[in-house]
T-cell receptor, first 118, second 111 residues
Framework: AQKITQTQPGMFVQEKEAVTLDCTYDTSDPSYGLFWYKQPSSGEMIFLIYQGSYDQQNATEGRYSLNFQKARKSANLVISASQLGDSAMYFCAMRENLNGGSQGNLIFGKGTKLSVKP | DTGVSQDPRHKITKRGQNVTFRCDPISEHNRLYWYRQTLGQGPEFLTYFQNEAQLEKSRLLSDRFSAERPKGSFSTLEIQRTEQGDSAMYLC?????????FGPGTRLTVL
């Protein structure tokens, strides 16, 4: 069965510093997709970044980058130059290959609460 | 360009009552998903539609839960005979490609 593990319940980072949020995954499918979402206290899930299993390079989106290590089955999120507005819950997710192909539902980890200190 | 919308944003009900939530996806998106999120957990998949067809419903939590998407546009999620354990955030998402766009959610409190 596919599974996402986030082992850091909470993280603190000083404003303007970089922070890495850990994510490991388990799947036997050769084709899969990994996502990171941000959930502020308002509750809405905001898409941050996507990495496909066959992508040769690590994904980047502005201050977000994904450190994809396929052999270790890890997909850590790196946030550079942290801002106060980055304080939120962060969820790692994997597309479940039920019968959805590239549009399958997502399996989420338990999340990491990031707090940015001024 | 409007995103995914959900109504109501908050619902308080008494145990045993029926509730219905609505989700309006992004207009050109053919797939619509429902998730449930309880406190301290990540979202948990419930069901999804491709256009008006419900392609997966085995993950609905019990036979008290049902969902529809008439005409392949908006969707409703109904919970019959609510229980206190149904208290959670119910999230809707839609997609046209790989990325799923989430709505703001409906927070249900069952007293």
């Amino acid at each position: 069965a596919q599974k996402i593990t986030q082992t850091q319940p909470g993280m603190f980072v000083q404003e303007k510093e970089a922070v890495t949020l850990d994510c490991t995954y388990d799947t036997s499918d050769p084709s899969y997709g990994l996502f990171w979402y941000k959930q502020p206290s308002s509750g809405e899930m905001i898409f941050l970044i996507y990495q496909g299993s066959y992508d040769q390079q690590n994904a980047t989106e502005g201050r977000y980058s994904l450190n994809f290590q396929k052999a270790r089955k890890s997909a850590n999120l790196v946030i550079s130059a942290s801002q106060l507005g980055d304080s939120a819950m962060y969820f790692c997710a994997m597309r479940e290959n039920l019968n959805g192909g590239s549009q399958g539902n997502l399996i989420f980890g338990k999340g990491t609460k990031l707090s940015v200190k001024p | 360009d409007t995103g995914v919308s959900q109504d109501p944003r908050h619902k308080i009900t008494k145990r045993g009552q029926n509730v219905t939530f609505r989700c309006d996806p992004i207009s050109e998106h053919n797939r619509l998903y429902w998730y449930r999120q309880t406190l301290g957990q990540g979202p948990e998949f419930l069901t999804y539609f491709q256009n008006e067809a419900q392609l997966e419903k085995s993950r609905l939590l019990s036979d008290r839960f049902s969902a529809e998407r008439p005409k392949g546009s908006f969707s409703t999620l109904e919970i019959q005979r609510t229980e206190q354990g149904d208290s959670a955030m119910y999230l809707c998402a839609s997609s046209q490609t790989t990325q799923q766009f989430f709505g703001p959610g409906t927070r249900l409190t069952v007293l």
